[in-house]
């Protein structure tokens, strides 16, 4: 009883090692890294009427065609002319020129006057509609492909406009309404009509 | 130079062991996420170049489209299947998976739906799946894809 011991022995923190690498070892087998990475795409609205197709009507000459078939051979029909692409590679500046329309020929997208916020007035073409056309048993990997170069395309597009009129930023540089300028500009008008069958 | 007495090595002082081991912990609980599914589909996303990342985590529904796994290829066949959460369904069933997720998300306009789908898929599949989406409002996809130099 009479014993002058007051110091508390120290607690021995020798397994809290331990114990944290098995935490560590338990989220290390639990989680994933792997950043998810895609394309992104917006699909347009449901039909209102299910029964009526709605039949847009569209200039022939504002409407590239891609059709994808089951080889995975991409046809191109654009400014009244149709063929099968040889290499898939070409259809990113089959897309740049279409709608760009540079020299506003006759058989490629109308251009049209448009004022544009922080643009001032430009002429456009965006009427135009890239359709994208698939067979049911068309592979995924060709799809993915040709989204990819049809966004591609645009960036590009994008990009080249922003360097021109925005000091030689690039559109990913730019402010939210420099973008959205950009954007009116150069509309993305992909269209994913219904699979048809064709040869 | 002076040899005085115990040549015993000093034991090394381990008290910061700990502290050490949970920072790295907290290190792998930052920059990584828990993995929602056992997957019972297998599948080689497809390579593109125009990626964007999936930022809000907790936004993302994902919608799995390939092939079974080698252990359940004898179950079920080799052919296509869609996986939703923890099971194989039809096209039809994404509708209610989606409305279901989309109640449990503090955001529900901000969804994005994540298609993970086998390069050789047929479109057909893909298809089916997109037009349900079209019809539940969840317009916002995303196809997993890696980078491609």
Redesign the interface.
Known sequence: MGKKKKKVPGLN??S??D???M??IF??I????D????????????PENEDVKQEMKIKERNVMEVR?NSQGQVWVKDGGSSEFLNNVAELRNRAKEFVKNEQNLPHFPEKHAKFIEGLGQCFVTDKHVISVQ????????I???V??EL??AY?ELRDDLSKQKFGGREYSALSDEQKVAVRAYYPQNIS?A??KKYN | MSKKGSREMPEMN??S??DL??T??FF??M?????EVTLKVKFVI?Q???????EK?SA?SFIYIGPPTDQLRAQYGSGTRIQLNDRFAEPSEVMDFIYQERQSMSDQTAQVV??K????????K??DV?EV???S???????????RN
């Open positions: 923190t020798s809290t090692a114990i944290s690498f935490l560590l989220f290390l639990t989680t994933s890294m950043t998810d990475k895609g394309l992104e795409r917006r699909l347009p609205k449901p994808l698939t067979a049911p048993d068309t592979p995924y990997w799809y993915f492909y989204q990819n966004v591609a960036n994913e219904e699979p | 381990t008290s062991l700990p081991i949970f790295i912990l792998f609980m920059v990584t996420t828990m993995r497809p593109g170049t125009e990626l964007t990342k999936l985590k993302v994540s298609i789908a086998d390069r050789n898929t047929p479109m057909g893909i298809t997109k989406l079209r019809k409002w969840a317009l916002k996809i995303n196809y997993s894809a890696t980078t």
